[in-house]
């Protein structure tokens, strides 16, 4: 699987923009860029993913570079419970709809400081 | 809706033993994933079903591991003879498809002494 390589932490002030960024020299064309984040002493949970073009959705907003070699996660405004790990992970797409379990890094650890 | 659950939240063993953790995905999902997480790691893939049978059962380390979905809907991870080694947190997800964003349970924290 291709790897991604982020940053181990980053720190941010509450109500502040963040961007967290994210590596992937070797992603292939058929790869997704998805992001998922964890809370202390919870799942993982889903916050957004994209192929090529830059996404939005309530939580975050996406944006790949042109060559896709790298991504950002942009939290526009964060607020204290933004404070988690955050995973940038490459997931394949099969034609005929097959898929694999994700490949987490260490992620990156956000710091939100009040 | 309901989410994710897993049962038990912690289970403290003794090595050598044997242990069941129990998930129960969201209602209509066909795709349920188990990870495993170490301290200060990322969740380490370990097996998926689609319906009843797995489909990715590469990340298993060892055949003291094994999981079953008999009727497509609630999933047992087994591991015989626990080793130290095998204390992390144990996460289950479900989707409803195999391509689809995956959705966690909270884990089952399992330490073995």
């Known amino acids: 699987d291709a790897k991604t390589t982020q940053p181990n932490s980053m720190e941010s002030n509450e109500e502040e923009p963040v961007h967290l960024p994210c590596n992937h020299s070797?992603?292939?064309?058929?790869?997704?860029i998805h992001w998922y984040r964890q809370l202390p002493s919870q799942g993982p949970e889903y916050v957004i993913h994209?192929?090529?073009s830059n996404v939005n959705n309530r939580m975050a907003s996406l944006a790949i570079a042109e060559d896709r070699k790298s991504s950002t996660l942009i939290l526009h405004r964060a607020t204290l419970r933004d404070a988690a790990v955050y995973y940038c992970?490459?997931?394949?797409?099969?034609?005929?709809?097959?898929?694999?379990?994700?490949?987490f890094g260490k992620g990156t650890h956000l710091i939100i400081q009040p | 809706g309901a989410g994710v659950s897993q049962t038990p939240s912690n289970k403290v063993t003794e090595k050598g033993k044997y242990v069941e953790l129990r998930c129960d995905p969201i209602?209509?999902?066909?795709?349920l994933y188990w990870y495993r997480q170490s301290l200060g790691q990322g969740p380490e893939f370990l097996i998926y079903?689609?319906?009843?049978?797995?489909?990715?059962d590469s990340g298993l380390p060892n055949d003291r591991f094994f999981a079953v979905r008999p009727e497509g809907s609630v999933s047992t991870l087994k591991i015989q003879r626990t080793e130290r080694g095998d204390s992390a947190v144990y996460l289950c997800?479900?989707?409803?498809?195999?391509?689809?964003?995956?959705?966690f349970g909270p884990g089952t924290r399992l330490l073995v002494l």
């Open positions: 079903f689609q319906g009843t049978g797995a489909a990715d």
């Open positions: 992970i490459l997931r394949a797409w099969y034609s005929g709809g097959g898929a694999d379990g994700l490949t």
């Open positions: 209602s209509g999902h066909t795709a």
């Open positions: 070797t992603i292939s064309g058929t790869d997704y």
């Open positions: 994209g192929l090529t």
């Open positions: 997800a479900s989707s409803r498809s195999g391509t689809e964003t995956q959705y």
